[in-house]
């Protein structure tokens, strides 16, 4: 009787997987080394692009292939290569852990790897050369690195490929390494990660002090932690022992930091200073969804700790409307993908807070696919009008000609960020927004996530109003360079240089995207719509711990049958088995026993949340069928509001019937714009401090009391030899007597020993 | 202990004359301590490099007797035999200390070993 199956495989034996499946991190590594002799040789050519693009396929290939292999029903599998390394107990093997969650993530993260690096050959061209093979040397080296975390068989792994990730994505931030804020945000991203990335060793630390192991095979198989587990859903938080309750929250610490949640996000937004294929491919798609990763992953270890989910869900919502607010104010087009991207993991990690790891993996995989689109069309933009991604001078782009792809690709981003009817970010947001309300007690996280949709939807269809629709109009960034090859864009141009003769540069003319471009985008943007379909197909009957449970779509089936499986009880659509269950289990113990009654009934509806007996309601509708109207609600009304002040009436590019508008509202825009100042109060409470201790503390210490020591010990042989050296006089006399003396000394020695000995016997 | 030992023993052989027959060991040594002690005391007094060249050779010779009389004394030749090595590398280095000799003397015009002080390192 009792419980409510939370690990679905926990009963299952390991299987082997086969050791082609190592391919996938091979392959990457094989894309490193290529860059690498391509550097060495000098080659001046796209090669290194195209053969980075041949090993990334492979590894998709590869990944699509194990996921044809494995199959679920078995659990998950494992492949060792090696074992890395041993400790005493401690033990880290090299090896891969496969299940449907791992596929999952690996999935989108080889294939957009993939056309983001066919994107890249275009992009970067500008600098072919060792650039160039610096460029795909950092991505090939991220795409293993991210194989790692996410595959990885242990924490270890994980932490391996953490670590290497948070290396690349310094490394292409910091690729314009000429330019101080690029280096400045490379720096800030790797030291705010490390504040993170401390959280998660010592978690991985305490996850084997407190489980002996870090093997995730052994971990989430073990019957401790299934026990811990069987307490949490009955409530009693108390008989787990407060070290394991810790854990999650350390390793929470580090999924923020990589995740860009409040208060560790300020690195994110400066990130943008990497090319724009970066930021599609780790600031957007990929990397920043580890931390997401982690807390799926260690689901389990989160459940068994009482505060764990309730703090990431409510970090998650603070950080969505944070950054959305942040987001309605910028003028940077590329920050304002970028603080979206931080209100959409906000909603991620809101989303696995209330007890749905189901829609939080389903908005990872559909927001993957559109904000990759979404930044590859801005980037599109940018490499065209020479670096320009202010929204205030850019306007029209739809009637340029060429254009056409990105402004459609733009408009698929756009309108599965806003959650349009029926695209694929609608339904995965809806997921998390509903069971934000089915979940008791997060009604407000709910009601502060909806709103946040309505702003998402008016900060998207800002940029798409102001950048692609409207009056054409534009003027050209600051990275002018050499546009031998006139792409002519048509009569729009003259007419509009005529109208707005003096604001115009006459001499500039955009630089349309290419193939390579044109094809990822188009690409990518039937990915964004197609993805809505995972949403009703993929549907499955699955056996969990011996129950029934209908997974309603793909999303479901693949994240129900991995480590970050989770029923929740609240679940009436769901889980009917559990419904069932809980009132077999009520009636049969109420003949018995009126307490244990009580204690099965809790049994059943407890969670981090506390209790409930009947499921929430929103506006008096059931919240899986009421959210379709309701965020579709708010999505529209951000939309109009978009429409109202940004598109309707303007005819210029810099200025809109909003800024008539935002000067009623005061300061607060401008405090908006300065994304509240919050980088500044960090500067204030903990840069400046810093610095100041450093200067006056840690600086004398490192030359008087350091440099002292090592001087010190530089000058004892000076010292010595300036007592030894008049002993070397010259006079052939003077060494002479001196070795006589020696000898005789030596001599006298050797004779009084001989003769005490001799003497003894 | 050592003493009694030296003075009781002689190392004249049957029909040596009486003045040969009463030499011991300790006379070899003797005169071999002086001599090395000649030589020492001539190489650290005197500035002359070719006298205190000979003052080498002096030392030479005074370990060479005491070796051939300590080999008599044991009877067996490993002490006459190592003396007929010292003198071959006495001869080798001979020719080569008078060669050097020359060539400081050309160089400083002068057999003073002082005039070398320089090379104290």
């Known amino acids: ?761 | 202990m050592i003493n009694d030992a030296l003075s009781s023993l002689t190392l004249a052989q049957t029909g040596f004359p009486d003045s040969v027959a009463g030499v011991t060991l300790a006379h070899y040594l003797s005169v071999s301590a002086a001599m090395f002690t000649l030589g020492v005391i001539g190489f650290i007094t005197r500035r002359n490099l070719i006298v205190m060249f000979l003052c080498t050779e002096l030392m030479f010779q005074a370990a060479g007797i005491a070796l051939i009389a300590f080999g008599r004394y044991h009877l067996n030749f490993d002490g006459q035999t190592f003396v007929i090595f010292v003198l071959c590398i006495a001869a080798a280095e001979a020719a080569m200390g008078l060669a050097l000799i020359v060539l400081l003397f050309r160089k400083a015009e002068s057999l003073s070993a002082g005039e070398w002080k320089e090379l104290q390192g």
């Open chain 1, 1 to 761: 009787m009792t419980t409510v199956p939370a690990l679905a495989q926990a009963t299952h034996e390991i299987a082997h997987a086969p050791a082609w499946a190592l391919l996938i991190l091979g392959l990457p590594i094989l894309g490193v080394l290529q860059s690498m002799v391509c550097a060495l040789l000098g080659v001046k050519s796209k090669a290194p692009a195209f053969l980075t693009v041949g090993c990334l396929a492979g590894a998709f290939v590869t990944t699509a292939a194990l996921y044809s292999w494995f199959d679920p029903a078995n659990g998950p599998a494992v492949v060792t290569a090696w074992e890395w390394f041993a400790i005493g107990d401690f033990t880290a093997t090299f090896g891969l852990y496969i299940d449907t969650l791992t596929i999952f993530w690996m999935l989108f993260v080889t294939g957009l790897a993939t056309l983001i690096a066919l994107y890249a050959s275009e992009y970067m061209s500008h600098d072919v050369g060792p650039g160039y093979c610096r460029f795909f040397f950092a991505f090939n080296l991220f795409v293993f690195s991210m194989a790692c975390l996410v595959m990885g068989a242990n924490l270890a792994m994980l932490y391996l490929g953490w670590e290497g990730v948070g290396l690349c994505s310094y490394l292409l931030i910091g690729y314009f390494y000429k330019k101080d804020s690029a280096v400045q945000a490379a720096k800030k991203a790797f030291i705010v990660n490390r504040i993170g990335d401390l959280g998660l060793a010592l978690g991985l630390y305490l996850t084997f002090v407190h489980f002996g192991t870090i093997e995730y095979a052994e971990l989430f198989g073990s019957a401790q932690l299934e026990g811990y587990i069987d307490l949490a859903m009955a409530g009693n938080y108390a008989a787990i022992p407060a070290q394991a309750q810790w854990i999650p929250i350390l390793l929470m610490i580090g999924a923020f930091g990589k995740s860009a949640q409040f208060p560790l996000y300020v690195w994110l937004p400066d990130a943008m200073e990497g090319p724009t294929p970066v930021s599609a491919l780790i600031h957007a798609a990929t990397m920043v969804t580890a931390g997401v990763y982690l807390v799926a992953r260690f689901y389990p270890v989160f459940l068994a700790s009482e505060y764990a989910l309730p703090i990431v869900a409510w970090t998650g919502t603070v950080t969505a409307l944070l950054a959305a607010t942040i987001g309605m104010a910028q003028f940077d087009i590329k920050r304002i993908m970028a603080y979206s991207t931080v209100s959409q993991l906000g909603y991620m990690f809101a989303g696995l807070g209330v007890l749905t790891p189901t829609g939080a993996g389903y908005h990872v995989l559909t927001h993957a696919f559109f904000k990759a689109l979404l930044f590859l069309a801005c980037g599109a933009v940018m490499h065209g009008f020479a670096g320009q991604l202010d929204l205030r001078k850019l306007s029209g782009l739809r009637r340029v000609k060429g254009w056409g792809i990105v402004t459609l690709g733009m408009f698929v981003g756009c309108i599965n960020l806003a959650g349009i009817p029926f695209t694929a970010g609608y339904f995965s947001k809806d997921t998390i927004l509903a069971e934000a309300f089915v979940t008791p007690g997060t009604a407000a996280i709910g009601w502060i996530l909806l709103f946040t949709a309505g702003l998402t939807a008016y900060y998207t269809f800002r940029v798409f109003f102001r950048v692609f629709m409207g009056p054409v109009h534009y003027e050209p960034g600051d990275d002018l360079h050499d546009h031998a090859d006139d792409h002519a864009h048509g009569e729009e141009h003259n007419h509009d240089a005529g109208e707005h003769g003096d604001e115009h540069d006459h001499g500039f003319h955009p630089h349309a995207p290419g193939w390579a471009i044109n094809t990822v985008l188009a690409t990518l943007a039937v990915c964004s719509l197609l993805a809505s379909g995972l949403y009703i197909v993929g549907g499955k009957t699955l056996d969990l711990h011996g129950h029934d449970y209908k997974a309603k779509h793909y999303a479901s089936t693949m994240i129900q049958q991995s480590t970050a499986s989770f029923v929740t009880p609240y679940d009436h659509h769901g889980f009917e088995a559990a419904g069932i269950h809980h009132d077999d289990t009520a009636t049969a113990e109420t003949a018995a026993d009126d307490h244990a009654e009580d204690t099965a009934h809790a049994a059943v509806v407890h969670g981090p949340y506390g209790d409930l007996a009947h499921p929430n309601t929103v506006l008096g509708m059931d919240p899986h069928k009421g959210m379709y109207y309701i965020s579709a609600a708010f999505g529209l009304v951000g939309i109009v509001l978009a429409w109202w002040f940004h598109l309707a009436g303007r005819t210029t590019a810099a200025q809109c019937r909003m800024d008539a508008v935002a000067r009623n509202f005061g300061p607060i825009p401008r405090w908006a714009e300065h994304k509240w100042y919050v980088d500044e109060l960090y500067e204030k409470l903990f840069r400046g401090p810093l610095h100041l201790i450093s200067n006056h503390v840690f600086r004398p210490f490192d030359k008087y009391i350091v440099d002292g020591l090592v001087n010190a010990i530089g000058w004892l042989p000076r010292i010595g030899a300036s007592i030894i050296r008049p002993s070397q006089s010259g006079e052939l006399q003077g060494y002479a007597a001196g070795m006589i003396v020696g000898l005789t000394i030596l001599l006298f020695l050797i004779l009084t020993v001989v003769i005490s000995i001799g003497g003894g016997a």
